[in-house]
């Protein structure tokens, strides 16, 4: 069964330094999510990307934040300048079509210290 | 932001028999629905997903159910196993592709 992939799985940065999470998103689809989840606490959404733009984000996804999708498989998040609020889960997700059931990623822990 | 909860943030059952876990959403255009399970150290996995012009749907061992008058969801499984103690979390989009998480409930199934 097709899966989205994540790596790496753990990240430990210090702060400002700048990391890039990597995600494949399962290879049909066509739309590109990053959702983060901070311990404890809800899963919460970044960003959506579709045909190269970004169609939606959160207050969240300041401009620190960044994302891209550099081939036809990957799917990246760029944090610049992280901040130690910025430790996380974070979940990269994919769909078919605008709006459809969205599958997730195992996830990166990225940890700020 | 738009506002998913959840009325219970633990729920034990015994194994075999039925859980039923409970979300309430807070805007009734929300159009689509879906309750994930996450397991520790996972990521969300898709049970069931329904949209708002049906009340019920049903998979291999769980329902969702909607009542849209009171804008509440459930999820019922039914027969619980062990594999299925986790988190699972209701989710709700109101148009767009954004989708609003709420903050779980931990299942525990105990053998």
């Known amino acids: 069964e097709p899966e989205v992939t994540q790596t790496p799985s753990h990240q430990v940065t210090q702060m400002g330094q700048e990391v890039i999470l990597r995600c494949v998103p399962i290879?049909?689809?066509?739309?590109f999510y990053w959702y983060r989840q901070i311990l404890g606490q809800k899963v919460e959404f970044l960003v959506s990307?579709?045909?190269?733009?970004?169609?939606?984000k959160s207050e969240i996804f300041d401009d620190r934040f960044s994302v891209e999708r550099p081939d036809g498989s990957n799917f990246t998040l760029k944090i610049r300048s992280t901040k130690l609020e910025d430790s996380a889960m974070y979940f990269c997700?994919?769909?078919?079509?605008?709006?459809?059931?969205?599958?997730f990623g195992p996830g990166t822990r990225l940890l700020v210290l | 932001g738009e506002s998913v909860g959840l009325h219970l943030p633990t729920l034990s059952v015994q194994e075999g028999d039925n859980s039923i876990i409970n979300c309430a959403y807070s805007?009734?255009?929300?159009?689509?629905f879906i309750w994930y399970k996450q397991e520790s150290g996972k990521g969300p996995q898709f049970i069931i997903d329904?949209?708002?012009?049906?009340d019920k749907r049903q998979g291999q061992r769980v329902t969702v159910l909607l009542n849209k008058t009171v804008k509440h969801l459930s999820l019922q499984i039914a027969a619980t196993q062990p594999g299925d103690s986790a988190v699972y979390f209701c989710a709700e989009k109101l148009g767009g592709n954004q989708f609003y998480f709420g903050t779980g409930t931990s299942l525990t199934v105990i053998p």
């Open positions: 997700a994919s769909s078919a079509l605008a709006g459809e059931t969205q599958y």
């Open positions: 805007n009734s255009a929300s159009d689509y």
């Open positions: 329904i949209r708002s012009n049906m």
């Open positions: 990307f579709y045909n190269n733009e970004i169609s939606e």
């Open positions: 290879s049909n689809h066509l739309y």
